[in-house]
């Protein structure tokens, strides 16, 4: 197949990437351990500890798990949300050369015990706020292990108590649990120093990670991210960042972490990658607390900030956000939605700096396409395929449809999983002949490779034959400068099958169905215009920000 994307890439992106030089992801965090062994880590809570703190902390849990007599491939859970103890958990999984599998701590317990027993996890680390989740699940299927982080855990000190006592006796955030046989990490951690530990074989062909995909277009499944996998993806960031950074070679970089690092997306580029580039994580707990991301942005400052654009959108009307100082930004990343025009608009004038966006799946850990990162403006495209990556846009018979007409994207590379874990029939389903994963997305692609999408393919409306791309009416509705937030969905309709019906979260409260439709009136076609408008306090979204339309179908 023609690559017409190469001939777009920056000056220094290369063609290909080479994963040999690693024998394993375990290989490739060690040596980076080692090298940035006096940098700082990671940031929580204003304690900081570093890449030789979080070396030793990872030897200790990684000495533990073989204590406990669990073989290579067990797999442990993590469920937390961004506190150091994930980074270090994160590193000693892969070290003892078993499975990590992240949890959404936000999960209830029948979601908790589903996970549990399709993963067949022996070990958990939950943070301690939720335990009380795991005390419900009465099927815990496998589950032998279980470790407890307390909320001030591992940050140093005589904060770690503080903050433990806080959380638990002044704030009251911490629910009552009683889970028989569970430990506490700075014991675990103690125990595991102490025990003979012993590097397993690791290759590139070992899952490294389950990743359960989102599930706002059906049940999740765990996609299976081998070392070799997220090894590519690694070096794939490292190749498209170049540009944005060449000013700053040589020096200590931060990345905030404000989406969650048990989603792919933050595991990838703001864990994996970071800890790889040697960067200062600022982990944001709770992402939707604007306060704690703005205090630790402007006591450190911030080079990268990958984020979604309910986040950005949300920024952007925080008027605190607009005084901070922007000097060191040098990339924005956009992922896990689409970005809209006018939440990039608005973000280019506030910080300088344009938003990049990106494309990936839990499938493709994560990343598969960016667009160059040293771009001055918003593309409104997910941009190009990332290094040893091929894009192709495919018709229901899987042949490939002509530049410019639309098609399910498909996608393959090194980063593409090896399959779904304990489902055979749908890893085959998401697959070609020739390798492509399925993403289920409608896309374009022009002459120049940039790729634009369209829409989810279970998304589009089907309005008396001819189909309505939700993106595109959420684009236009968006733009209304009385809307903050929007989302567009199918309703059953008796004379045309489908209707488009708009949910609208306003920024002005005087504004109207009327008003929005006749807005929609002079933009879109008839068959495209939300034929009614239901105004929400507050959009269902998904743990990182975007927004759930299979929801609001179901309300």
């Given amino acids: 197949m023609s690559r017409p994307w190469l001939a777009q890439y920056s000056p220094g992106v290369p063609a290909e990437i080479s994963i040999e030089s690693y024998a394993s992801l375990t290989a490739l965090l060690d040596q980076a351990c080692h090298k940035h062994a006096s940098r700082v880590a990671c940031t929580a809570m204003g304690s900081s500890m570093t890449y030789a703190e979080l070396d030793r902390h990872a030897r200790g849990f990684a000495g533990w798990l073989q204590k406990q007599g669990l073989q290579k491939g067990a797999r442990v859970a993590l469920m937390m949300p961004n506190v150091p103890a994930y980074l270090v958990s994160l590193l000693g999984t892969l070290r ?241 939605m689409a970005v809209q025009p006018h939440v990039a608009q608005r973000w280019l004038k506030i910080t300088g700096r344009p938003l990049i966006e990106g494309y990936g799946l839990s499938e493709t850990s994560p990343v598969a396409t960016v667009n160059p990162t040293d771009n001055d403006a918003y593309s409104g495209s997910i941009g190009l395929p990332v290094p040893s990556t091929e894009v192709a846009i495919l018709d229901d018979d899987g042949n490939e449809v002509p530049l410019g007409e639309r098609g399910e994207l498909c996608i393959r590379g090194p980063q593409v999983m090896l399959g779904y874990w304990n489902r055979p029939d749908e890893t085959r389903k998401s697959m070609t002949a020739d390798g492509f994963f399925r993403t289920g997305d409608i896309g374009i692609m022009d002459e120049k490779g940039y790729t634009r999408i369209v829409d989810r393919k279970k998304d589009m409306i089907t309005v008396s034959g001819f189909k309505v791309y939700p993106n595109e009416v959420e684009s236009v509705i968006a733009s209304h400068p009385g809307v903050l937030e929007c989302a567009v969905v199918g309703v059953p309709d008796p004379h045309s099958g489908e209707a488009v019906k708009a949910f609208v979260v306003r920024r002005d409260s005087s504004l109207t169905e009327t008003q929005l439709i006749e807005w929609c009136k002079e933009k879109l076609t008839g068959y495209k215009r939300p034929h009614s408008v239901e105004f929400r306090d507050e959009l269902p979204k998904s743990n990182v920000g975007k927004i759930l339309r299979r929801e609001l179908k179901t309300d």
């Avoid at 009251?172 to 397993?200: C, K, N, Y």
């Avoid at 991301?293 to 949300?314: C, Y």
């Avoid at 920024?315 to 100082?325: G, R």
Wanted: hydrophobic letters at 45%.
């Fill in 96 to 336: 003892a050369g078993m499975v990590v599998v992240n949890f959404n701590p936000l999960y209830k317990a029948d979601e908790l015990q589903r996970q549990l027993l399709d993963s067949g996890a022996e070990v958990i680390v939950i943070f301690e706020n939720f335990a009380h989740t795991l005390q419900a699940v009465s099927d815990r299927a496998a589950l032998r292990h279980i470790v407890v982080i307390g909320p001030g855990d591992l940050l140093g000190g005589l904060k770690a108590p503080l903050v433990n006592f806080v959380a638990r006796h002044v704030k009251r955030i911490v629910p009552s649990w009683h889970l028989d046989g569970a430990q506490r990490m700075p014991r675990v951690l103690a125990e595991g120093a102490a025990a003979t530990f012993t590097p397993p074989s690791l290759g590139r062909d070992d899952v490294a990670v389950l990743q359960y995909t989102g599930g706002t277009t059906g049940i999740p499944k765990g996609a299976m991210l081998s070392h070799g996998n997220l090894i590519a993806n690694v070096l794939q960031m490292e190749a498209v960042v170049r540009p944005a950074l060449k000013d700053l070679e040589g020096t200590p970089l931060t990345i905030i972490s404000a989406l969650p690092l048990y989603h792919v997306f933050a595991m990838t580029v703001c864990g994996l990658y970071g800890m790889y580039a040697g960067m200062r994580n600022l982990l944001i707990i709770n992402p939707r607390d604007q306060r704690a991301l703005i205090e630790a942005w402007r006591e450190s400052g911030v080079h990268i900030f990958p984020g979604v654009n309910t986040l950005f959108n949300a920024l952007a009307e925080n008027p605190e956000f607009a005084k901070l100082d922007f000097s060191k930004l040098r990339l924005t990343l956009g992922g896990g």
